[in-house]
């Protein structure tokens, strides 16, 4: 059985950084991609960010490139996201998940088979 567990959300002010974490249970997590994606309150789940399974290759959003360092430690299992300078249209709830298979899309969301419950990220300005 995989786990996702998303940590590290919380309301912040325009101009912050945050870094999200996601600790994952379950055999096989070095050999997987990872993804972040968000949801802002009545918009569709959106990409951020992937990260290969050894951690050599990342992709970004291009509205958010420049702000955000995805990485990930085997070792540990885990998958984090920095953030800086965020901003109030980063509000939303962030998900880290993970991809099917290296066939598979980095951007779209049915290219993801596990999912975290979430955390909220809330950016007042």
């Known amino acids: 059985q995989v786990q996702l567990v998303e940590s590290g959300g919380g309301l912040v002010q325009a101009g912050d950084s945050l870094r999200l974490s996601c600790a994952t249970s379950?055999?096989?997590?070095?050999?997987?991609?990872m993804g972040w994606f968000r949801q802002a309150p009545g918009k569709e789940r959106e990409f951020v960010a992937w990260?290969?399974?050894?951690?050599?290759?990342?992709y970004y959003a291009d509205s958010m490139k420049g702000r955000l360092t995805i990485s990930r430690d085997n070792a540990k299992n885990t998958v984090d996201l920095q953030m800086n300078n965020v901003r109030p249209d980063d509000t939303g709830v962030y998900y880290c998940?993970?991809?099917?298979?290296?066939?598979?899309?980095?951007?779209?969301?049915?290219?993801?088979?596990?999912w975290g419950q979430g955390t909220q990220v809330t950016v007042s300005s």
């Open positions: 998940a993970r991809r099917r298979g290296v066939q598979y899309r980095h951007d779209r969301p049915n290219s993801y088979d596990y």
């Open positions: 379950g055999r096989s997590f070095s050999t997987y991609a």
């Open positions: 990260i290969s399974a050894n951690g050599g290759r990342t």
